[in-house]
């Protein structure tokens, strides 16, 4: 994780340092709720339907509250039938956004910001990135988590 871009005296060449190795992918599941981080897991390497489900499980359905509403996007891992039936039997609703419209996620604004402060932080090894992702975390305060609600249509009064 770097920064994209970066501000130099006119004339000058902005510089930075760059790895030449990459390691292995480290993926972030997490669930947002109005007024917090509900659920959250890192796994290293990339997220299949299992592993997405066993999140659903294990992690997001003992969250939950009756009459709750989990929003998904159309990701293909997101559509596997344990899905369904783990959410609806804690009382809660399932809605999918319709295709191509991140505009309605506000997990998307949640992870813009936790991968701004990544890319400061600059971290070089596995520890340093887990901790990175605490810290970043830790960072989103529930008036951004309901600003970002707001801004993405849902009623937050």
Same mark, same amino acid.
């Given at each position: 994780?770097?920064?994209?871009?970066?501000?130099?005296?006119?004339?000058?060449?902005?510089?930075?340092?760059?790895?030449?190795?990459?390691?292995?992918?480290?993926?972030?599941?997490?669930?947002?709720?109005?007024?917090? %981080? &509900?659920?959250?897991?890192? +796994?290293?390497?990339?997220?299949?339907g299992?592993?997405?489900? *066993?999140f659903?499980?294990? !992690? /997001?359905?003992?969250?939950?509250?009756?009459?709750?509403?989990? %929003? &998904?996007?159309?990701a293909? +891992?997101?559509?596997?039938?344990?899905?369904?039936?783990?959410? *609806?039997?804690?009382?809660? !609703? /399932?809605?999918?956004?319709s295709?191509?419209?991140p505009?309605?996620?506000?997990?998307?604004?949640?992870?813009?910001?936790?991968?701004?402060?990544l890319?400061k932080?600059?971290?070089?090894?596995? !520890?340093?990135?887990?901790?990175?992702?605490?810290?970043?975390?830790?960072?989103?305060?529930?008036?951004?988590?309901?600003?970002?609600?707001?801004?993405?249509?849902?009623?937050?009064?």
């Open positions: 994780m770097l920064r994209l871009y970066a501000r130099a005296l006119k004339g000058k060449r902005a510089r930075g340092e760059k790895p030449q190795k990459r390691g292995k992918n480290i993926s972030i599941i997490s669930a947002l709720s109005i007024e917090k %981080v &509900l659920a959250s897991s890192n +796994i290293y390497g990339s997220v299949d299992t592993t997405f489900e *066993a659903i499980v294990k !992690k /997001l359905v003992p969250e939950l509250w009756e009459n709750a509403c989990v %929003v &998904l996007d159309n293909r +891992i997101h559509l596997g039938e344990m899905v369904k039936e783990a959410i *609806a039997q804690k009382g809660a !609703k /399932l809605i999918y956004l295709p191509y419209s505009e309605f996620s506000p997990i998307e604004n949640f992870w813009s910001k936790v991968k701004a402060i890319r932080l600059k971290a070089r090894t596995y !520890k340093d990135l887990i901790d990175g992702i605490v810290d970043a975390m830790a960072q989103v305060t529930q008036q951004d988590i309901r600003n970002w609600f707001t801004h993405c249509c849902y009623c937050t009064s």
